[in-house]
């Protein structure tokens, strides 16, 4: 595993001193937006890295999890700090960056909004609470996810989010935040956003970086939910879905994700990524796709019935 990480971050490097990434995004024939090849490319390239526009910790994580870049706590909980006995940072650097919407959180009584998220086991509203922290402190736009595709609603979850709605502006007004800090927060925004991040957040699962953390991650996994925490991403999220992928997303020690060719591709050729977990069966596949991203794959791997 520590070779793994060695040899990607040694390709990542070497992409970089080779210039901007070989991709560009354009409109594909039946997908909407696309990333396609600009060169060849060989497999192993790390095409590009990206870091999230908002992230956010699973809520059993909080103190495992840096509050910032999601990076697990090293060891058996040496290293890094923690804000109030609240959240975990793993270094100064991630409390200065999250400094500008972690004080408007500390600001609130989170209670009313987390006990709603946690009895319906609900972990894409903390997204969107951490976003309009980030807007009411100035480190984002309001309008900083509208360039993303959003999910279609039905009535049952858009009667969910306006109650969730609801919880979340009360929480601000009762913490005294000033009304022309809050003027973006409308029920319609909360909806719009919420719709965009349920497409598009990345489920984040770290890479191990040595044998303990493997050993770790392994237990984890068995005893809860794997993943550290959740994230959208602008470029990656212009990835579309193939069963059969040419291209991956992976994460080795935080939330900043690296995009990675896994075949040789040709110039011209449209990279895509798997939504979801690729071992399982067709009908499997064709379901959850069809439930959480809106879509029936047509992709050659679900057309040959494999």
């Excluded at 970089?16 to 409109?27: E, H, Q, Y």
């Excluded at 004080?103 to 894409?124: I, M, P, Q, T």
């Amino acid at each position: 595993m520590f070779h793994l990480r060695r040899r990607l971050l040694c390709t990542a490097a070497a992409a970089a001193a080779r210039g901007p990434p070989p991709i560009r995004v354009a409109l594909t024939e039946s997908s909407g937006r696309g990333v396609f090849a600009t060169r060849s490319i060989a497999a192993g390239e790390v095409l590009h890295s990206a870091q999230p526009v908002v992230s956010h910790p699973s809520p059993s994580l909080l103190h495992e999890v840096c509050y910032s870049c999601l990076r697990r706590k090293a060891g058996n909980g040496g290293g890094g700090d923690t804000s109030g006995g609240i959240c975990y940072f793993c270094s100064d650097a991630c409390r200065e960056h999250a400094k500008g919407f972690n004080e408007v959180e500390k600001n609130a009584d989170w209670s009313l909004f987390d006990d709603h998220c946690s009895s319906r086991g609900l972990k894409y509203p903390y997204m969107v609470k951490r976003l309009a922290c980030m807007v009411i402190s100035g480190s984002v736009s309001a309008d900083c996810l509208d360039i993303l595709q959003p999910a279609r609603l039905h009535q049952g979850t858009l009667t969910e989010m306006e109650e969730e709605f609801e919880l979340l502006d009360s929480t601000f007004r009762k913490a005294g935040i000033h009304e022309e800090q809050t003027t973006f927060l409308t029920k319609e925004w909360y909806i719009n956003v919420l719709a965009r991040i349920r497409i598009n957040a990345f489920r984040i699962e770290l890479v191990a970086s040595s044998y303990e953390d493997l050993l770790s991650s392994a237990l984890a996994s068995v005893s809860c939910d794997a993943a550290v925490g959740n994230a959208v991403y602008m470029l990656p999220s212009f990835y579309n879905h193939d069963c059969d992928p040419n291209t991956h997303i992976v994460w080795l020690e935080s939330a900043d994700a690296r995009l990675k060719a896994l075949r040789d591709i040709e110039e011209g050729e449209e990279l895509r990524i798997c939504y979801i977990d690729a071992s399982m069966d067709v009908d499997a596949r064709q379901k959850i796709l069809a439930d959480g991203f809106g879509f029936q794959c047509r992709c050659l791997r679900c057309l040959s019935g494999d």
